[in-house]
């Protein structure tokens, strides 16, 4: 079983930045997949951006050019870097790890609170 840990969020202004962190417990983190969704009140959870093991990265395209999602996989971390926040932006924001070996192993954390104000 791997748990995620996120933090980072908060409240910010509008125009503002935030980075989020995940912290993973496994000692095999560079072989997942990482990702962070968001889920607005009354909407279904949606990606946001994730990172292969591999390093190459995908956005949705309501923030490419604003959010960059990177890891660090000897702190077995990942991180969102968002910037330009808009009130849109505005969700709960989980971690995900996925890998798929003889199964599919998919974990998610408990999310961090982001809440942008106009």
């Known amino acids: 079983q791997v748990q995620l840990v996120e933090s980072g969020g908060g409240l910010v202004q509008a125009g503002g930045s935030l980075r989020l962190s995940c912290v993973a417990s496994t000692s095999i983190f560079s072989m997942f997949d990482m990702g962070w969704y968001r889920q607005a009140p009354g909407k279904q959870r949606e990606l946001v951006a994730v990172i292969s093991s591999r390093g190459n990265t995908n956005y949705a395209d309501s923030v490419k050019g604003r959010f960059t999602i990177s890891r660090d996989n000897a702190k077995k971390t990942v991180y969102l870097q968002m910037n330009s926040l808009k009130p849109e932006d505005t969700a709960d924001y989980y971690c995900?790890?996925?890998?798929?070996?003889?199964?599919?192993?998919?974990?998610w954390g408990r999310g961090t609170q982001v809440t942008v104000s106009s």
């Open positions: 995900n790890a996925n890998w798929i070996a003889s199964r599919r192993y998919d974990y």
